[in-house]
């Protein structure tokens, strides 16, 4: 696999802003949707990305989290699922108000968590194959972004300790990649507190980590359009009483929301009633003129 080395100056990139960028909304999207990433830097700042390094480290000791099974995550890989159900300083992550601006700014309204996963990569990981994100919806190829994956770069992401490879512009293919094919990659190299958002069909894959003691401390947390399936099933990972103490943003993106006023709905109740919130929005049919409608 050919490696082209990212420029890790990348203000200068124009995948590449830095947080207090102007415009960065719409720049974040439209990179997304044309080159199916972007990278945004400054999002955390040091003591944060340390804190939750040293978070987890500590869950990955309590709960005995070793190395993945299978050479996808990554016989040098840990991963932690469900980071939700970890700490309130995953979920303040998963609620960040710009990153959910830029996020809804590809997918549109009503979007939802698809899940949060950490993926620490040891020295001696190999590359992991290329994938899409999206592989599992069966829409044609290109379609639209239906998912956007966030990885938010704790440590330092560069070619040598594991950062994510992308093949730019592949989200636009009619083709998944296949195993043994050889693509030209990028390294998304970037500073700690860094964040990478990927349109769900770029082809990707974590890096190899070949260096001699650098971990790579990444963090994914993905979205998907609120018609699709999540991929954690994050209503039943969490008990309802922990929920009900979530904020109301978390909450709606976890599920307890309703797509168009029609998707998600419980004998015609709105799911928030179950975790005590008194929700009670018109369904989309009391809407609809029957006689325009029918
Ligand atoms: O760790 C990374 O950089 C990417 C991992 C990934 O794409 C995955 O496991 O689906």
């Known amino acids: 696999m050919g490696f082209v080395s990212y420029d890790?100056?990348?203000?200068?990139?124009?995948?590449?802003?830095p947080i207090d960028a102007s415009g960065i909304e719409s720049k974040v999207a439209s990179a997304v949707e044309t080159q199916g990433f972007a990278i945004v830097t400054n999002v955390l700042d040091e003591r944060t990305c340390q804190s939750?390094?040293?978070?987890?480290?500590?869950?990955?000791?309590?709960?005995?989290?070793?190395?993945?099974?299978?050479?996808?995550?990554?016989?040098?890989?840990?991963?932690?699922?469900?980071?939700?159900?970890?700490?309130p300083s995953f979920r303040d992550l998963v609620i960040h108000e710009p990153m959910l601006n830029w996020v809804g700014a590809v997918l549109g309204d009503d979007f939802l968590l698809s899940g949060t996963t950490s993926m620490h990569i040891s020295p001696g990981e190999t590359p992991q194959l290329l994938h899409a994100d999206d592989g599992m919806i069966s829409l044609p190829r290109p379609h639209i972004a239906t998912m956007v994956t966030t990885m938010w770069a704790l440590s330092d992401f560069n070619e040598e300790?594991?950062?994510?490879?992308?093949?730019?512009?592949?989200?636009?293919?009619?083709?998944?990649?296949?195993?043994?094919?050889?693509?030209?990659?990028?390294?998304?190299?970037m500073p700690a507190g860094s964040a990478l958002i990927l349109h769900g069909s770029l082809w990707h894959g974590g890096g190899q980590n070949s260096s001699p003691n650098s971990e790579r401390?990444?963090?994914?947390?993905?979205?998907?359009s609120g018609w699709c399936r999540q991929q954690q099933n994050l209503m039943l990972g969490t008990p309802r009483e922990t929920v009900a103490t979530y904020p109301r943003r978390l909450q709606e993106l976890i599920g307890y929301s309703m797509y168009r006023n029609v998707m998600g709905h419980i004998e015609r109740e709105h799911p928030l009633t179950?975790?005590?919130?008194?929700?009670?929005?018109?369904?989309?049919?009391?809407r609809m003129d029957s006689k325009l409608d029918s």
């Open 8 to 17: 890790l100056d990348m203000q200068s990139s124009d995948n590449t802003f």
């Open 52 to 87: 939750l390094v040293e978070e987890i480290d500590r869950i990955e000791s309590e709960s005995g989290i070793g190395f993945g099974p299978n050479e996808f995550e990554g016989f040098r890989t840990r991963r932690i699922f469900n980071l939700i159900a970890h700490g």
């Open 161 to 189: 300790n594991g950062a994510t490879q992308l093949v730019p512009g592949s989200h636009l293919e009619p083709n998944m990649p296949r195993p043994g094919e050889i693509h030209t990659t990028i390294s998304a190299e």
């Open 217 to 224: 401390y990444g963090l994914s947390i993905q979205y998907v």
């Open 274 to 286: 179950l975790i005590g919130v008194d929700e009670r929005p018109k369904m989309v049919w009391d």
